[in-house]
DNA sequence: CTTTGGATCGTCT
DNA sequence: GACGATCCAAAGG
């Protein structure tokens, strides 16, 4: 629960960083949560990312340094999130999916009384960003800055060697890419397919 | 357990 | 004016 050390930074296409977040740990100052589930969004070459015409007001962060954190509004409703990972100018993030909740989970199960386990807290992007009370005012937040209200930590568990490999979920474009990964046999992923074959 | 439809609004066409 | 990188409750097996 300390001895959390800074992430090297992750520079690179979205979709060879995502699953080498896998087990990091998303932290803000009313909690934390390891990283179970990702998926890669290219950015202008991929038709499936709202990067994918070019920069627009609300995408400007997702052009940002890597590390930088990117929220938007999904379905008016809800909050979710990405860290960006391309070099700054070029599209590419990774969205955060799932997460295995770790410290916090009083003010989580505050924050989403409609969770009647824990399994529930964090298991889908909208639901993390409500339980860690990300949202939109941190677009464009720092992650690898110690200070940042939304931080990612390494705190010392590696990646797993073999990640779980699936299509995305929720997108109407460019659905045959594997760009989804997650932590195999992790009961806090969020639900969709098992496996993608 | 699975399936289905409603909520809700900023963003871009 | 249409459409979501979602979530949840209700209804049916």
Redesign the pocket.
């Known amino acids: 629960v300390s001895a959390a050390v800074e992430v090297e930074v992750v520079l690179g296409a979205p979709e060879a960083v995502a699953p080498r977040l896998l087990n990091l740990v998303l932290e803000t100052d009313t909690g934390a949560g390891r990283i179970v589930e990702v ?1 890669a ?1 290219g950015g202008e070459r991929d038709p ?4 994918h ?1 070019g920069p ?4 400007a962060s ?1 052009f940002g340094p890597p590390g930088t954190l ?1 929220v ?7 909050w ?1 999130a ?1 860290v960006t990972t391309a070099p700054e100018g070029v599209a590419g ?1 990774v ?1 955060i ?1 799932a997460l295995e909740p770790l410290r916090g989970l009083e003010e989580m199960n505050r924050r ?1 009384p ?2 009647r386990r824990s399994v ?1 807290l964090c ?6 960003c ?1 339980a860690l009370g990300v949202s939109g005012e941190h677009d464009g937040t720092d992650l690898l800055s110690p200070g940042a209200p939304v931080r990612l930590v390494d705190d010392g568990t590696p990646p797993p060697p073999r990640p779980l490999v699936t299509t ?6 460019a659905r045959e890419l594997p760009w989804r990964f997650a932590v195999p046999d992790s009961p806090w992923v ?2 969709g397919r098992p496996v993608d074959a």
């Open positions: 998926e969004y499936a990312s709202h990067a015409r627009t007001p609300r995408t997702m990117y938007y509004r999904s379905y008016g409703l809800h979710c990405n993030a969205l999916r989403r409609r969770a529930e298991s889908g992007p909208g639901r993390l409500a995305r979920v929720g997108i109407s474009r969020s639900r």
